[in-house]
């Protein structure tokens, strides 16, 4: 398979940070290595951007090495404002890797490189990422698309657990199983189990919205609009203790339907008729603010547009109790 150019690498890493829901802007010229800044809403953070076709590790290397070779750049520099970022991608199998910049930064030598084992990346193509040990503490992550941004936004917090085997297993946890317990977090302490209970929450963020978008298409359950204007929302809001992160606990709708859920605006009937709170509809005329309402109601459909799998549909004792938690009117 041909590599890609930096400019292809470069749209991969785009459309990965667009498949959480981020947006990517380019700080000056763009060429390689990256400046970009990651945002989304009141969130943002800056990162420089290195990144290189992952290959086999070459003829006379074990065959379940892979690597990506450091050409092009005469050091791998690191700036406290921007996260540093040492990635490489495999488009075989659609994943990502990336190593501590701590261990590599500086001047490089003649076209070194940098390894990673088969067994790792195919793990993050079916748990979304995979934690590969190397020496003196090191740690080199594999991820997918859809994990991209947590692996940007816990950088330091991901690599920083080589030091700890404990914490190696912790991740490989939440990796293979979505979550951890207690057990597995008392050998650690207590500033590191903060960071991989964040982890894990992040985690758990990005698995919902990539089951959620894929099951509804990415399209809005309500307009069926996609044009990457879509969330993953939870039918029983996250702040209730009765909330969970199952499929059926979600669904997708674009940013007006979802602001308009979370408002008591519009809700689903357990039978997944889309029903309007006439009575917020009404207070809102006596303010004068009900303008477009009109428009609003036309724009929805009698019923909600589901997933062609039965247990990826909303559970319609979920429903009911978003409507009891959001104190619907009625």
Same mark, same amino acid.
């Not at 892979?66 to 490489?88: A, C, M």
């Not at 109601?297 to 247990?311: M, V």
């Not at 909303?314 to 009891?324: E, G, V």
């Given at each position: ?28 010229? @763009?060429?390689? +290595? ?10 943002? $953070? =800056? ?14 290397? @074990?065959?379940? &090495?892979?690597?990506? #070779? ?25 994943? $990502? ?5 701590? $261990?590599h930064s500086g001047p490089s030598s003649f076209s070194p490189s940098l390894q990673i084992r088969e067994q790792y990346l195919l793990a993050a193509v079916n748990n979304n990422f995979a934690v590969c040990p190397k020496d003196q503490g090191e740690l ?15 950088? &330091? ?7 700890? +085997?404990? &914490? %190696? ?26 960071? %991989?209970?964040? !982890?894990?929450?992040?985690?758990? &963020?990005?698995? $919902?919205?990539?089951? !959620?978008?894929?099951?509804?298409? #990415? ?9 990457? *204007? ?7 809001? %996250?702040?209730?203790? #009765? ?22 605006? !519009? ?16 207070? *809102? ?13 036309? =724009? ?24 009891? %938690?959001?104190?619907? @009117?009625?």
């Amino acid at each position: 398979m041909p590599k890609l150019s930096k400019e292809r690498l470069l749209d991969r890493f785009v459309r990965a940070v667009e498949i959480a829901g981020w947006s990517v802007g380019v700080i000056g010229t @763009p060429s390689h +290595p990256f400046t970009l800044y990651l945002y989304r809403e009141h969130d943002a $953070f =800056n990162v420089l951007l290195y990144i290189w076709n992952i290959t086999h590790g070459g003829r006379h290397r @074990p065959h379940d &090495e892979y690597r990506v #070779q450091v050409t092009g750049v005469p050091s791998i520099e690191q700036h406290p404002e921007y996260k540093t970022l040492i990635l490489g991608y495999w488009e075989a199998q659609d994943v $990502f890797a990336g190593w501590d910049a701590t $261990f590599h930064s500086g001047p490089s030598s003649f076209s070194p490189s940098l390894q990673i084992r088969e067994q790792y990346l195919l793990a993050a193509v079916n748990n979304n990422f995979a934690v590969c040990p190397k020496d003196q503490g090191e740690l080199a992550i594999a991820f997918s698309p859809s994990f991209l941004v947590t692996y940007c936004r816990n950088l &330091e917090g991901l690599h920083g657990a080589g030091t700890l +085997p404990q &914490e %190696v297993n912790a991740l490989t946890r939440i990796a293979e199983q979505g979550t951890i317990d207690e057990v597995d977090l008392a050998p650690l302490p207590a500033p590191r189990q903060r960071i %991989v209970r964040t !982890i894990e929450q992040n985690y758990r &963020e990005a698995s $919902f919205r990539r089951r !959620i978008l894929t099951a509804y298409s #990415q399209a809005c359950a309500m307009c069926n609009m996609q044009l990457k *204007l879509v969330d993953a929302a939870h039918i029983i809001p %996250v702040y209730d203790p #009765q909330s969970n992160d199952e499929t059926s606990n979600g669904i997708c709708l674009c940013a007006l339907h979802h602001r308009a859920m979370d408002r008591v605006l !519009i809700a689903i009937a357990p039978d997944y008729r889309i029903i309007i709170n006439e009575v917020e509809i009404e207070r *809102l005329n006596l303010e004068g603010l009900g303008e477009g309402t009109d428009l609003f109601k036309a =724009n929805l459909a009698k019923i909600i547009r589901t997933p062609p799998e039965k247990i990826q549909r909303p559970n319609p004792d979920y429903l009911q109790i978003a409507l009891q %938690v959001r104190g619907w @009117p009625f």
